[in-house]
């Protein structure tokens, strides 16, 4: 993801440490999770969501503050939300993202610099809130 204001800066990745091997890719909701599927139709990436069952239609949304959620259409709660990206933060801390432990979800978000300038797999700097 980009953020609007910085078109250059790249402030969220999927699937940093498993690239889609060509710049082609597309999301796709399978078995109740958001996928990545690259051009050999392979998922690369998922939401990894456990234990829900469908109970309606599930939507995938990127909300104006850029936090990219999987929820279920009829739900308009926040607390719905199935999986957020805000909850995988990589090296770029958005408005409205939080660091740490997330004592309800047992979430630790940590923020982890980029390998380097164009390698955006996990690189060694890591920054976290105790």
């Known amino acids: 993801m980009w953020y609007r204001k910085l078109p250059n800066e790249v402030v969220w990745v999927a699937n940093r440490d498993t690239p889609v091997s060509k710049p082609i890719g597309t999301l796709k909701i399978l078995n109740n999770n958001l996928h990545l599927i690259d051009h050999t139709s392979n998922s690369?990436?998922?939401?990894?969501?456990?234990?829900?069952?469908?109970?309606?239609?599930?939507?995938?949304?990127?909300?104006?503050?850029?936090?990219?959620?999987?929820?279920?259409?009829?739900?308009?709660?926040?607390?719905?939300?199935?999986?957020?990206?805000?909850?995988?933060?990589t090296d770029t801390l958005l408005h409205d993202m939080k660091v740490g432990w997330d004592k309800k979800s047992g979430l630790n978000r940590i923020l982890q610099s980029w390998k380097n300038r164009n390698d955006p797999s996990t690189g060694d700097y890591t920054y976290s809130k105790t």
């Open 44 to 89: 690369v990436w998922s939401t990894q969501v456990t234990s829900q069952s469908l109970k309606s239609e599930l939507t995938a949304e990127l909300l104006d503050n850029g936090n990219l959620v999987l929820w279920y259409s009829n739900n308009n709660e926040t607390s719905g939300f199935l999986w957020r990206s805000f909850d995988f933060p």
